[in-house]
């Protein structure tokens, strides 16, 4: 057994070289941050989550011709991912209004927006990823205005589709966050959706009764964070697999 290389560790996950080149092996930690990781928990079971909600998406998102870097799942926290060059950008589509939108703009949380709306936000934590406007993205080169294009036209499918699986298991999809990456062939790049989709980087509201069902319950001390992971895989239908969650805890 050979000592993998670590590739890149963040917040929430880690990257090892893959088993083949243009391969990389993403490991979901258990770890749980906030405010740009001034507020930190170990929240036992969440990588165990994240990695199964987050790969039934991006094969589900595949089946509908949305190209993204999944590959396949290889344990309980590892997913087989394709390499790619991040695009540092953080791309938010929201539905409804809430967390920084409704303070920025003083909209009460949960009023719905007129059309969904796109945000890029800078990933740069000494920053604390400022909201940018495609003429700083053009300007400072993280991304052409043909991959600005790809962006929004896939986030806007990835929106598409993603309201209507939530919907059809009654979660309303508030907001969520996407990330891509450009993978080469020859002289030319193809963007792909890279990262996760998941609890952490989506708001899901019970539609009944607008009980969260995602990161905000961590960020806003709510409580019963591992329970509604659960309970929007066990919506999904993929908690057939899922190991048993006995408080709190994935086992
Ligand atoms: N989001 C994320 N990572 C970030 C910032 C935001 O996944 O670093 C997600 C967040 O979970 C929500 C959406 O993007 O689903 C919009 O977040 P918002 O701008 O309202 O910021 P927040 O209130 O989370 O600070």
Redesign the pocket.
Same mark, same amino acid.
């Given at each position: 057994m050979t000592r993998r290389k670590k590739i890149y560790e963040g917040k929430a996950k880690i990257l090892y070289e893959g088993p083949e080149p243009g391969t990389l092996i993403q490991y979901f930690k258990d770890d749980a941050t906030?405010?740009?990781a001034q507020k930190k928990a170990v929240l036992e079971g969440k990588g165990v989550l994240n990695n199964r909600i987050s790969e039934y998406i991006m094969t589900r998102l595949n089946g509908i011709g949305v190209q993204n870097h999944f590959i396949k799942r290889l344990n309980l926290r590892e997913q087989l991912i394709k390499e790619v060059e991040i695009i540092p950008l953080?791309v938010?589509c929201?539905n409804i209004a809430?967390?920084?939108?409704?303070?920025r703009l003083g909209l009460p949380e949960g009023q719905q927006l007129p059309r969904s709306i796109i945000?890029f936000?800078y990933k740069n934590d000494a920053l604390n $990823?400022p909201m940018v406007t495609e003429e700083h993205i053009t300007a400072f080169n993280w991304a052409s205005t043909q991959e600005i294009d790809d962006m929004l036209a896939m986030t806007l499918r990835v929106n598409d589709f993603l309201c209507g699986m939530f919907g059809a298991v009654g979660i309303t999809l508030? =907001?969520?966050?996407c990330e891509y990456g450009r993978v080469w062939e020859g002289d030319f790049s193809r963007v792909l959706l890279a990262d996760e989709i998941s609890p =952490?980087?989506?708001?899901l509201w019970d539609s009944a009764t607008n009980e969260k069902l $995602?990161? =905000?319950r961590f960020?806003r001390d709510l409580g019963n964070v591992i329970e509604s992971y659960t309970e929007v895989a066990r919506r999904l239908g993929i908690m057939k697999e899922m190991p048993t969650v006995i408080q709190g805890g994935v086992h």
């Open positions: 906030a405010f740009n953080e938010v929201r809430a967390g920084s939108l409704s303070q945000e936000y $990823d508030v =907001d969520f966050k =952490d980087s989506c708001r $995602d990161k =905000d960020r």
